[in-house]
């Protein structure tokens, strides 16, 4: 999950969003480990628009037949492929710090309206991927820990910011976000488990032949 939002913009309200994704965890050297992967379901945005964000962004208000302004919440909604590289240092009490940049690829971008129309709920989006830039580049760091003695799900947080505009034009809107993150091993925590196991069953057989 993630909290993010666009500076430059009147509002400072962030928008909260679920992300999914792969990753992988590349040892370079010792406690040294590269890290990356692809958030597939990604966003950026930012809630509560004001007037005087629709008015940047190109945007009218919506208005009802008898052209009064129709009551709702605007906000900016993105859709990105993200792509961090991180380097990742892990301590021995299977604490990590992980810093590097993170890079992504913005296809979908959109203004939604929500309301309540006649006493129902009513979105509208009004599309303006032609007016973001499609490429955001930026600095992430995060913390986080390995359960289970370093072999298993791994929590953590990390907090990113964009150097790129979002908007063309608009200089100063850079994306941020704030992420709590879970991290589940398919493969590679049941081959780390399981090296483990052997070399505590090898352990042990030397024991037994010191013995002897």
Request: aromatic residues 16%; hydrophobic residues 35%; without cysteine.
């Amino acid at each position: 999950m993630n909290w993010t939002k666009i500076s430059g913009m009147e509002t400072n309200s962030f928008a909260r969003k679920w992300n999914l994704g792969f990753y992988f965890d590349i040892r370079l050297k010792n406690q040294w480990f590269l890290y990356t992967g692809v958030l597939v379901k990604s966003n950026f945005g930012v809630d509560k628009l004001t007037d005087r964000d629709l008015n940047t962004l190109g945007v009218s208000p919506y208005m009802d037949n008898a052209d009064v302004r129709i009551a709702g919440d605007y906000s900016q909604k993105i859709n990105a492929f993200m792509v961090p590289a991180l380097i990742r240092y892990k301590f021995k009490n299977h604490m990590y710090f992980e810093a590097g940049p993170q890079f992504s690829l913005m296809y979908k971008s959109w203004v939604e309206f929500n309301a309540d129309v006649d006493g129902k709920d009513a979105t509208f989006k009004e599309y303006n991927k032609d007016k973001i830039n499609k490429i955001d580049a930026g600095i992430m760091a995060g913390v986080g820990y390995k359960l289970l003695k370093g072999t298993g799900w791994t929590l953590g947080a990390k907090y990113y910011y964009g150097f790129v505009n979002v908007f063309k034009g608009i200089s100063g809107t850079n994306n941020s976000s704030f992420y709590l993150k879970l991290e589940i091993p398919i493969g590679a925590g049941e081959k780390a488990q399981k090296k483990k196991e052997e070399k505590k069953k090898q352990k042990a057989e030397k024991n037994e032949k010191s013995i002897y």
